[in-house]
């Protein structure tokens, strides 16, 4: 399995990081960022809204900030001697792909503090089967995630209910369609992936109902990359699509590349030239695939390693 997501892609907001070790709420993040000392790999944040990799990250606070846990420390922190001596202070620079990160050069003396061990985000991969939904609750059919607590018993892994709680997928496929669907409780993950602008393809294997020559083979892949309007459905406008990329494999099936996450874009963009999709099973997404021997059904808890590129 060949990793693939930039490490921009695992950055969360500060406040998120700190609402997940029950430090604040959402409501009074910006009083807590307020009334203590936060630190970054040893550097003073000064920037509220910074984004952080909760996993890279040595994110330090100082142990009063634990006072109104009646004492206790949370089970997310341990308690250290930070270095934050003014001599040994690291230069202020911000290391964020976001410029986020805002540090300052004034520190504290060293003093009691506290490290945070936020608990790591879930990933997981699925190779998901025909009629089943993606959505939470359904009346008529089977959800994916039904799919995914049963896959998950299956291999033994014991998740607490508020992770699998916390669980989403990554985009949608259809009842009909298959194959691959990343699940992840990191909501800035979710969002990387999926928002267009980052030009991650999705690589689909597609069969048409109406074989082709070479010649109109030749003529889809160029009107595909070249780009076409998708006319509007119920659900969807009518909109323009290009550097769609086709590989034919036969008369009749062949390999669908496309960045955009336009409803129903695989299906309409053959409809537009008078075919017909009759199978679609997602392979890709950007170089993470299906590994081979993954059952419909079955899924894969990824660690982040197996998924960041380096």
Same mark, same amino acid.
């Given at each position: 399995m060949m /990793?693939?997501?930039?490490?921009?892609?695992?950055?969360?907001?500060?406040?998120? =990081?700190?609402i997940s070790c029950g430090l604040c709420s959402e409501r009074s993040f910006s009083t807590f960022f307020k009334n203590h000392n936060i630190f970054a790999d040893n550097k003073l944040l000064t920037d509220k809204k910074c984004y952080l990799d909760r996993e890279a990250t040595k994110i330090v606070i100082e142990k009063k900030?634990?006072?109104?846990?009646?004492?206790?420390?949370?089970?997310?922190?341990?308690?250290?001697?930070?270095?934050t001596s003014r001599e040994n202070a690291p230069a202020a620079q911000v290391s964020s792909s976001r410029d986020a990160a805002s540090l300052s050069k004034d520190y504290p003396k060293s003093k009691d503090c506290t490290v945070l061990s936020p608990k790591s985000h879930l990933y997981i991969l699925m190779n998901k089967p025909k009629d089943c939904v993606c959505s939470r609750v359904s009346d008529k059919s089977q959800t994916v995630y039904e799919v995914l607590e049963l896959a998950l018993l299956k291999l033994g892994e014991k998740i &607490?209910?508020?992770?699998?709680? /916390?669980? /989403? /997928?990554? #985009?949608?496929?259809?009842?009909?369609?298959?194959?691959l669907l990343l699940f992840s409780t990191n909501g800035s993950f979710n969002h990387f992936v999926t928002d267009e602008k980052n030009k991650i393809p999705k690589t689909y294997y597609v069969k048409l109902k109406k074989s082709l020559t070479k010649n109109q083979q030749m003529e889809y892949k160029k009107t595909l990359e070249d780009g076409i309007w998708l006319e509007a459905e119920k659900k969807a406008k009518k909109v323009f699509v290009k550097n769609q990329k086709v590989h034919w494999e036969s008369e009749n099936t062949c390999f669908f590349t496309i960045e955009q996450g336009i409803f129903h874009q695989v299906r309409r963009s053959f409809l537009?030239?008078?075919?017909?999709?009759?199978e679609l099973h997602r392979m890709k997404i #950007?170089?993470?695939? =299906? &590994?081979?021997?993954?059952?419909?059904?079955?899924?894969?808890?990824?660690?982040?390693?197996? =998924?960041?590129?380096?």
């Open positions: /990793s693939f997501f930039e490490k921009e892609g695992f950055l969360e907001p500060l406040s998120k =990081i700190l900030a634990f006072e109104n846990f009646g004492g206790e420390v949370a089970t997310d922190a341990q308690t250290v001697l930070a270095d &607490p209910q508020e992770q699998l709680k /916390s669980l /989403s /997928s990554l #985009g949608r496929l259809d009842k009909d369609t298959t194959g537009t030239l008078g075919n017909e999709v009759v #950007g170089d993470l695939e =299906i &590994p081979t021997d993954l059952k419909f059904g079955n899924v894969k808890v990824l660690l982040k390693k197996d =998924i960041v590129k380096e």
